[in-house]
């Protein structure tokens, strides 16, 4: 059984619903899809928001020339990180898309 809600285009949603539900993990607002999705995110230790805003103040002091050695290896620390954190977001993308194309295949 397919899910029963309509995608932002007003199409019907292709995805397969939850087994004893009427929705797809995306779509359902069950407690079990909830977990479910909140266990399949990354684990973040600092947010993504808050990283940016500390590499664009570390950039503007490296414009400024206000940085020591110790300085520049927290900046490439925090830039490993946040380069790490897109590189797992884009092969979980990858995942999902992969993972759509065989449950297209099946039925």
Known sequence: MYCKANTLKGEKCKALALAGEDFCLFHSRSDRARKARLASRPKKAISRRELLRELTADFRNVANADIDENEKLRIRSKLAALLHDLINEVENLK??????????NES
């Open 95 to 104: 995942e999902i898309e992969a993972m759509a194309r065989r449950l297209k």
